[in-house]
Nanobody, 127 residues
Framework: QVQLVESGGGLVQAGDSLRLSCAASGRTVGNYAMGWFRQEAGKEREVVAAIAWSGGSTYYADSVKGRFTISRDNAKNTMYLQMSSLKPDDTAVYYC????????????????????WGQGTQVSVSS
């Protein structure tokens, strides 16, 4: 089993930056693809970004491209999401997710492609 814990959320103003962290435990996630999702109240969970186990491939939703950066440190069993130029539309609960995969460039983008989820961290952006 893999346990995931998000941290770094909070209340910020439009234009500010935040860095989210996702710490994994239970197993080494060096051979897991990982991703960040977000969910607004009453809406479906949507992908924000994903990263292959190798770090050699990343994916970003169009809404965050150029503003957010996903990265991982396999030695620390941790994934990050650097968020810049935040907008009120970025307000949501952010979740990290992981799935075992040996595919070098695999960046899953659907909720049902992941096996493990964190509990989420709230990000609120005021205008």
């Amino acid at each position: 089993q893999v346990q995931l814990v998000e941290s770094g959320g909070g209340l910020v103003q439009a234009g500010d930056s935040l860095r989210l962290s996702c710490a994994a435990s239970g197993r080494t996630v060096g051979n897991y693809a990982m991703g960040w999702f977000r969910q607004e109240a009453g809406k479906e969970r949507e992908v924000v970004a994903a990263i292959a186990w190798s770090g050699g491939s990343t994916y970003y939703a169009d809404s965050v491209k150029g503003r957010f950066t996903i990265s991982r440190d396999n030695a620390k069993n941790t994934m990050y999401l650097q968020m810049s130029s935040l907008k009120p539309d970025d307000t949501a609960v952010y979740y990290c997710a992981a799935v075992r995969s040996d595919r070098y460039y695999y960046t899953p983008r659907e909720v049902n492609q992941y096996d493990y989820w964190g509990q989420g961290t709230q990000v609120s952006v005021s205008s």
